[in-house]
């Protein structure tokens, strides 16, 4: 998959906000709602006013040329699980990320990664998370995604896969191409009905995300954290290496949680769920050959007495479903909210 051009629509949109605004409004929500709420990087990168300045950035990897975790839905290219996102709508992606998503929870993914890297640190148990632990990881470059749209622009369009022709017409984007399939598995996945135990929803705004995660947790006293490099360039990209835990792991409070994935669409768009059966983690990781820093977040998903049985979690955990938490890193275009101390 090439780079995409941002669609001549979204353009014409993001450049009428911008000389109306020198903050965006989605920024100026932010701030009016969570004052004591830093903005993650995954959503900064997103709040962009020169849209067509297409940098690259930094992301999490673990594994072989993947992209999040693919789990076998049947659709994208390739196969394989790995930790990390590859880019954002018009970046390079080969696998769909919807990593901690309800998706994780249904299908089994593929046993080319384990091929590939089979000492890669796909999965982990939670008793791993301690300063010391080493893990193999890699780090590797990306392209933004799609940027933030205002809600009163958002909510003008259509978005739903019944109206996907007109979505397409409106964004000029040939039926026939990938960007029109990926454009679809974003609406039917938005569509499909939650799994036991979650509420989810797909915020095509900044501002609805805001509201769906205050919503759920209850509160506007909450954190938002997402993965990131703490001392890296854009330039820098580091290789497959052991990385070491060098920080006390911090448990973010729970037990409920909010996480949004982004989307493969015209503009931002994330998948969000909440749910109470998952732990939160930050925990700081360095490099051992080139001493990258890294403020990574980690996902322990502790009933996975509902997960497909072939899932290869388990295969390399070496363990049977519910019996005992399944940990992962997050990609670097994923969210998680939840309260603070």
């Not at 849209?51 to 196969?79: E, I, L, M, R």
């Not at 990664?113 to 008793?127: G, Y």
């Not at 997402?226 to 070491?244: G, R």
Request: include cysteine.
């Amino acid at each position: 998959m090439g780079r995409y051009t941002i669609p001549s629509l979204l353009l014409l949109v993001l450049a009428l906000v911008s000389v109306n605004h020198a903050t965006l409004p989605s920024q100026v929500y932010w701030n009016t709602v969570l004052p004591n709420t830093p903005i993650p990087k995954a959503i900064s990168d997103l709040l962009r006013v020169d849209v067509a300045d297409q940098k690259t950035s930094t992301s999490v990897n673990v594994g072989h040329g993947g992209v999040g975790v693919y789990v076998g839905h049947g659709h994208g290219k390739g196969s394989g699980v790995s930790v990390g996102v590859g880019g954002g709508y018009y970046g390079h992606y080969h696998h769909y990320h919807h990593y901690g998503g309800s998706f994780i929870y249904r299908y089994a993914a593929s046993d080319d990664q384990l091929r590939d890297d089979p000492n890669v640190a796909l999965f982990f148990r939670e008793e791993s998370l301690r300063s010391g632990t080493k893990m193999n990881l890699h780090f590797t470059k990306t392209t933004p995604g799609a940027p933030f749209i205002p809600r009163s622009a958002s909510e003008t369009l259509p978005f739903s896969s019944a109206k996907l022709p007109e979505i397409l017409t409106r964004f000029s984007v040939d039926p026939k191409s990938e960007q029109a399939a990926e454009m679809k598995t974003t609406l039917r996945e938005c569509e499909e009905p939650t799994v036991r135990g979650e509420d989810k929803f797909c915020a095509t705004s900044l501002e609805s995300m805001v509201d769906f995660a205050t919503s759920e947790l209850g509160t506007n006293r909450v954190i938002a954290v997402s993965t990131n490099t703490v001392d890296a360039t854009d330039e820098v990209e580091s290789p497959m290496q052991a990385y070491t835990i060098t920080s006390t792991v911090q448990e973010l409070v729970g037990p409920k949680m909010v996480a949004c994935h982004a989307q493969l669409y015209a503009y931002a768009v994330f998948y969000c769920h909440a749910t109470e059966t998952s732990k939160a983690y930050v925990v700081q990781l360095k490099g051992d050959e080139d001493r990258i820093v890294v403020k990574a977040v980690a996902i322990c998903h502790t009933d996975t007495s509902s997960w497909n049985p072939k899932h290869l979690a388990f295969r390399v955990l070496n363990i049977k479903p519910g019996t005992a938490p399944v940990c992962h890193f997050l990609p670097q275009d994923h969210v998680v909210w939840t309260k603070t101390n």
